[in-house]
């Protein structure tokens, strides 16, 4: 019935797809760009609720305004000095008792830290007995091109075979047009994090190249990082939901 009312143009472009869908998505859509869900490869492991994220469905925390002031860490970076690194001492959890606080100059919240969906290389894959840890890195900054993270892991103790391992790669963001909420997740052994954030080169990003005199012109960047615990509870937040 609604065929005979729309233009034979317009029927050209509509294609209605059964239970086998995914080879026809992946005609128009890279694998690597298409959700795991759809048939592709895509698991948004670099953001909060992967590839769809909802605080409806719960796997996404619906964080207020107020959740990206003031943060607690305020550096300045600029093109000439484009780099920031910050290392956290990684304290692991008994897995029968709830995580305890660690006494830091730098931050009072976590107990441990770690990357989404990822393991270091070499080491088992925590269980869930384990009771994974999450936290979340806030992060914001007043201009420039992006900012670009990543993430090392090294293990205490020396001669260790996966030491100095990156489990999560450089990836550009652009804190400057909106706040960044990045979700991490820990392995349950004592170690640190190495997080190194610098400032979007000129051949990175689709943002305008900045003049001569806002290139001068230093660029704030500011930053949270906490437990999953301590953000639900200083912002009421309900649990997070995960699959």
């Not at 107020?66 to 690194?85: E, I």
């Not at 996966?162 to 349950?188: C, I, K, M, S, T």
Request: aromatic share 10%; charged share 20%.
């Amino acid at each position: 019935l609604i065929r005979s009312w729309l233009d034979p143009r317009v029927l050209s472009k509509i294609h209605i797809l059964g239970k086998d869908y995914a080879p026809e998505l992946l005609k128009q859509i890279p694998a690597h760009s298409l959700p795991a869900f759809l048939g592709g490869t895509c698991r948004c492991s670099h953001m909060p609720g992967g590839c769809v994220p909802s605080v409806p469905l719960g796997n996404f925390p619906d964080l207020p305004r107020k959740a990206y002031v003031n943060l607690h860490h305020r550096v300045q970076l600029s093109y000439s000095q484009p780099q920031h690194s910050f290392t956290y001492d990684v304290v692991p959890a008994d897995a029968d008792d709830p995580p305890t606080p660690m006494s830091s100059p730098l931050m009072g919240y976590a107990s441990w830290l770690g990357i989404r969906r990822e393991s270091p290389q070499g080491s088992a894959p925590t269980s869930p007995s384990a009771r994974t840890r999450y936290v979340y890195v806030r992060f914001t900054a007043d201009r420039g091109r992006g900012i670009v993270v990543e993430v090392l892991w090294q293990p205490s103790g020396s001669g260790s075979s996966d030491e100095g391992v990156l489990v999560y790669p450089e990836f550009l963001f652009d804190p400057q047009r909106a706040p960044v909420l990045l979700e991490l997740e820990a392995p349950n052994r004592a170690g640190q994090l190495l997080f190194n954030w610098r400032v979007a080169n000129f051949d990175e990003g689709q943002a305008p190249f900045p003049d001569a005199e806002e290139a001068r012109i230093p660029i704030q960047l500011e930053y949270s990082i906490d437990t999953e615990e301590s953000l639900v509870s200083e912002f009421n937040l309900s649990p997070i939901k995960r699959v």
